[in-house]
């Protein structure tokens, strides 16, 4: 089946500067890579996704990277803000299949 | 969007007791519904899939007979812990898919469980 990592297990980061988080997927059929936001005692609130025959997405100030030769894929949020103090859960799937989550990165901003 | 509720939001109920958390999604239909258990500062674990009208597909290590699925409509999936411990308090998250061909799955507020 497949599996997901991902990296850093924390982070932190000053206000403004860019966070990176890296995962990386073990099953090439995987085809739909979407990341996700966990505020305490919330749902996965989805943030962006990108499927396999796509490089890079972005939306505002964040924005994804696939690289399929190298099974991984990357979180990139910019001009970071106190809000954006969360966990955050990569996953990768096929298709309409279960999604598998990778361990997930508590980002912590500091004002 | 897609809207997935869940209810209870939160329960405590005592060892040996059973608890059953509904799933419902409220302006879809959900050919398929997955059921989550998420330990404090852990990623989420799936425990199964349900495809309404069939049985559950569990995940290796977790119980059928305690973890009971139903998902009899398709808006509607039913998880019920029976003969609950304390080690299955966590919280529960169910999401759900809309139809065969799509990709993302839409997922309810989560349901936390107590067992004392």
């Known amino acids: 089946g497949e599996n997901v990592e991902q990296h850093p297990s924390t982070l932190s980061v000053q206000e403004g500067d860019s966070a990176v988080i890296k995962c990386t997927y073990s099953?090439?059929?995987?085809?739909?890579f979407p990341w996700y936001k966990q505020e305490l005692g919330k749902r996965p609130q989805l943030i962006i996704d990108?499927?396999?025959?796509?490089g890079e997405k972005k939306d505002q100030r964040i924005a994804v990277t696939l690289n399929k030769t190298a099974k991984h894929f990357s979180l990139h949020i910019t001009e970071t803000q106190p809000e954006d103090s969360a966990v955050y859960f990569c996953?990768?799937?096929?298709?309409?299949?279960?999604?598998?989550f990778g361990t997930g990165t508590r980002l912590t901003i500091i004002p | 969007g897609a809207v997935v509720s869940q209810h209870p939001s939160r329960v405590i109920c005592k060892s040996g007791t059973s608890v059953k958390i509904e799933c419902r999604s409220l302006?879809?239909?959900?050919?398929?519904m997955f059921w989550y258990r998420q330990f404090p500062k852990q990623s989420l674990m799936l425990m199964a899939t349900?495809?309404?009208?069939?049985?559950?597909?569990?995940e290796q290590g977790v119980e059928k007979d305690k973890f009971l699925i139903n998902h009899a409509s398709l808006t509607l999936s039913t998880l019920t812990v029976t003969s609950a411990h304390p080690e299955d308090s966590s919280f529960y998250i169910c999401?759900?898919?809309?139809?065969?061909?799509?990709?993302?799955?839409?997922f309810g507020p989560g349901t936390r469980l107590t067992v004392t």
């Open positions: 999401s759900a898919l809309e139809g065969t061909l799509s990709y993302e799955q839409y």
């Open positions: 099953d090439s059929a995987s085809n739909y």
């Open positions: 990108i499927r396999s025959n796509v």
């Open positions: 996953a990768a799937k096929y298709g309409n299949e279960k999604l598998t």
């Open positions: 302006d879809f239909q959900a050919t398929t």
């Open positions: 349900s495809n309404e009208g069939s049985k559950a597909t569990y």
